[in-house]
């Protein structure tokens, strides 16, 4: 499976970005797919994953200004982003993983950069 993440840049405090992933490979690897973000010194942390069936689970500091949302048929993630705060300045990491064997896999894209400016 590989995942190409598109959509980072810059923007000024308040306002927003919207992220996309697209997987290709054995895409019928694929159970969850969602994003991740690592900011300098810090470790890497779930920002919002969303299942197969659309259930989905954001972290605590996203508190209603994100929205992940996927297609099942192009096999593509996306995060919308409004209300940018600096504090979300950080490379932002695709993710899917699914069962691969006994075991369960998960696979990482480039990452994308997000800076917010205040």
């Known amino acids: 499976v590989q995942l190409q993440a598109s959509g980072g840049g810059s923007v000024q405090a308040g306002g927003s970005l919207r992220l996309s992933c697209a997987a290709s490979g054995d895409t019928f690897l694929i159970n969850d797919m969602g994003w991740y973000r690592q900011a300098p010194g810090k470790q890497r942390e779930l920002v919002a994953d969303i299942s197969w069936s659309g259930g989905r689970k954001y972290a605590e500091f996203v508190k209603g200004r994100f929205t992940i949302s996927r297609d099942n048929v192009e096999y593509t993630v996306h995060l919308e982003m409004n209300g940018l705060e600096p504090e979300d300045t950080a490379v932002y990491y695709c993710?899917?993983?699914?069962?691969?064997?006994?075991?369960?896999?998960?696979?990482w894209g480039q990452g994308t950069q997000v800076t917010v400016s205040s």
């Open positions: 993710n899917a993983e699914g069962p691969y064997g006994r075991n369960y896999k998960r696979y």
